[in-house]
């Protein structure tokens, strides 16, 4: 896959976006990249814990103070467009390059070439990271020769950053709110992808049971924006 567009916002920018609601739509039936996996690990995946949800303040991208401790001082301003280059969870010893990813011809979530176990795609359909709005990266769990990316992504908790390197130059900064697991035949798409009024992230990988060759839910990390470099 390769690139389209420029690599950041102005007025020579020339990229269609599709309307949130067809978006939403389509990955509320799932993503390609997480409706499979190899299951090859026989302890599997973390899943995340019930206190890693976020709670209904966190959700609310307002700044208030609540969840991990940001406060509206801790808010800095969106970004304009760019595409993306790496992202890195310090938590996790994650540093992985990201390809723009869109929709399949199924109208799924098309996935980053499952033989490179470390390679993150960035949805294009949804706004670039540090935007106004939800951002949206996906990475596989797992192949078939053991962990990929985002293998141990259901551990991460609140307060850990995610760092997203922009081919702008500028890294945004998030941190996460919340984590949690939802069952793919009752995902919440509009809890999910819903813009919160300011910059988040959904960092989105395989999780729950391992059924069937399928992995039964996707992991989900909501994260809020707190800083550019």
Sequence with gaps: ?????????????QRKRAPWGVIALALLTGLALVRNGSGES?????QPVRAAAPDSRSGSGSGSGSGSGSTVSETPDPLPYSAVGRVRIPALQIDAPVIPVGLDTSGWVAAPPP???NLAGWFTGAVSPGEKGTAVIVGHVDNHEGPAVFYGLGALGKGHHIEVRRQDGRTAVFEV??????DKAHFPGDRVYGSKGAPELRVITCGGEFVDGNYAGNVVV???MIAVR
């Design 1 to 13: 896959m390769s690139a389209s567009g420029p690599a950041d916002g102005g007025e020579g920018r």
């Design 222 to 224: 909501f994260a809020r």
């Design 42 to 46: 026989p302890m599997g995946p973390p």
């Design 115 to 117: 033989e490179d176990p």
């Design 177 to 182: 709110y919340g984590n949690e697991v939802f």
